[in-house]
């Protein structure tokens, strides 16, 4: 298996931009999460899908962060405007059924200027 | 809520040096326990984890032991190596509704030779 797909890797964009970070789970996964890492604040959970549904985005910091799953093998994550104060690693990370492991993408490590 | 606190680092060892790293948590109910290892650039990748009090998951020579007397689960390796080098996740994920994994904020093992 490919294991989780994240593009892109790296991401440089200026401040007001929109930003837009794509996952690809592993196939039969039908729970993916968004993560975000800095160092301040270590890895946060952004958002959590079920069967492509948002069950919990209490951690999306505000407005200007939405995601998406429109369907089973994708979901994207969307900043805009994106903020100096967005500059972070995203990590997707997918599991299936009642499993407990999670699996990571690679990450996208976005700066914004 | 749910929280997970581990050792400050950065851990520095010569290479067949012992390891611990520690961690205790904060949960509800029976959580399941895991650490995670993050190589530089890289994903997060599952190392080992434990899903009920008093089991021990291991891998690669790492150990650790869910003790829910001590609500700790502390990694040990009895004889690191430089590939050891990384930055070591303690993780907790709750057996009543929420998915996602809660965090511990990291410890960066550096193995000397």
């Known amino acids: 298996d490919a294991g989780v797909i994240q593009s892109p890797r790296h991401e440089v964009t200026e401040m007001g931009q929109e930003v837009t970070l794509r996952c690809k789970p592993i196939s039969g996964h039908n729970s993916l999460f968004w993560y975000r890492q800095t160092m301040m604040r270590g890895l946060e959970l952004l958002i959590y899908f079920n069967n492509n549904v948002p069950i919990d985005d209490s951690g999306m910091p505000e407005d200007r962060f939405s995601a998406k799953m429109p369907n089973a093998s994708f979901s994207t994550l969307k900043i805009q405007p994106s903020e100096p104060r967005d500059s972070a690693v995203y990590f997707c990370?997918?599991?299936?059924?009642?499993?407990?492991?999670?699996?990571f993408g690679p990450g996208t490590r976005l700066t914004v200027t | 809520g749910n929280s997970v606190t581990q050792m400050e680092g950065p851990v520095t060892l010569s290479e067949e040096a012992f390891l611990t790293i520690n961690c205790t948590y904060t949960a509800t109910g029976y959580p399941s326990l895991f650490w995670y290892v993050q190589y530089p650039g890289e994903g997060l990748q599952l190392l080992l984890k434990?899903?009920?009090?008093?089991d021990k998951g291991s891998n690669k020579g790492f150990e650790a032991t869910y003790r829910k007397e001590t609500t700790s689960f502390h990694l040990e390796k009895g004889s690191v190596q430089v590939s050891d080098s990384a930055v070591y996740f303690c993780a907790l994920r709750s057996d009543t509704g929420r998915r996602a994994l809660t965090f511990g904020s990291g410890t960066r093992l550096q193995v000397q030779p």
């Open positions: 434990a899903t009920k009090a008093d």
């Open positions: 990370a997918s599991t299936e059924g009642g499993a407990y492991e999670q699996y």
